[in-house]
């Protein structure tokens, strides 16, 4: 092989690269984007969170997608002509296997400015010496059908919701529950 074709092949494999890790950075971007939206709301400043949930909310969650692909608007206020998302098999299964992974990986720490990340060991730890500690858990976004439907699992201490969020004029509204508890 000639020198020019080498040089050609290493440069199409760190463009690749360059384009895999951009595609990669906005992702992240756009999930932690999503993120602090929704924290916005939280009155609270002094905010820590955990990018992981419960092994047994993972089990309920995946129950209730499985049992129920088809969800009707929960938000009446919303502004909307869609009044029900159905999932299609293959966005179901995406979206069950995205949230059985959602412990097996750390996103989520130090991606929040202002916000204090703490390891899901740390958590334990802490609670067990103050049960009223407050914190926020969540599982990364998912986004489907063109980044217009988010699923996104957020919790708190007392509680947590899996919701789907819909896009509208740039902005994420909340549009139904798939799964909540409340302790």
Known sequence: ??????????????????????????QDKKEVKFILNLMAKEKNQNICYTGSIEDYDIKQIIISIKSNRSFIRSNKSLVTNINQIKFTEIEQKNII?????????SWGANKLKNYKYISKDSLVSISK?????????FTKPIFIRKNSICIFYSGYTEGGFLNIYIKQKRKWHYFATIYEWLG
């Open 1 to 26: 092989m000639k020198t020019y074709q080498k040089t050609a092949i290493k440069l199409k494999a760190i463009l690749l690269l360059i384009l895999f890790t951009f595609s990669s950075f906005a």
């Open 97 to 105: 296997n995205q949230i059985e992974a959602a412990n097996n990986t």
């Open 129 to 137: 010496r103050n049960p009223y500690f407050y914190y926020l858990n």
